[in-house]
């Protein structure tokens, strides 16, 4: 029997536990503006909400809306955002038809920018669930990630 899944709100703070199809999952935390921070933390268990957000961030990335409204990634708990949750890093923005032309977006704002200030940001640009999961398995299985790579800065 197919079942729909029950919706859910995505709120600020939330933590999400994301399956990653192998037995295992991670978790990752709602930030403002459709952004979230995956944890490194890798597990077959269940974790307390105080040991998963006490784990080092893989990475930021805005995600769809899908991910948690649909209940692919279920909400596990929720908890204040400390100073570096409300404050993630800055992404950069390269347009497709000037290569040489930047921008850094941070917090809702958008500026000019060098390439040189860009490198080592991720580029601003809205996740699907599945591509997420993928790069999640691919940094865990040591490998590069074809979504990654393909928003790197382009020469």
């Keep these: ?3 729909k899944r029950k919706s859910q709100k995505r709120v600020v703070g939330d933590v999400v536990r994301i399956a ?3 037995g295992f999952h991670i978790y990752a935390r709602v930030l403002e503006e459709a952004l979230f921070a995956f944890y ?5 268990d269940e974790l307390p909400i105080a040991q998963i957000i006490a784990s080092p961030i893989l990475f930021f990335v805005p995600v769809t809306r899908n ?3 649909l209940g692919r990634w279920v909400v596990v708990g929720n908890a204040p955002l400390d100073s570096v949750l409300s404050n993630p890093p800055p992404r950069f923005i390269q347009d497709i038809q000037r290569k040489n032309s930047f921008s850094i977006y941070d917090k809702g704002q958008i500026r000019p920018a060098t390439k040189e200030e860009c490198i080592g940001l991720e580029c601003e640009a809205v996740w699907g669930d599945t591509h997420v999961e993928d790069r999640l398995r691919d940094h ?5 990630n074809i979504w990654v790579e393909s928003l790197k800065i382009k020469e």
């Design 20 to 22: 990653l199809g192998d």
């Design 67 to 69: 991910a948690v409204e």
């Design 40 to 44: 490194d933390c890798r597990v077959s």
């Design 140 to 144: 865990y299985a040591g490998r590069e």
């Design 1 to 3: 029997m197919n079942r």
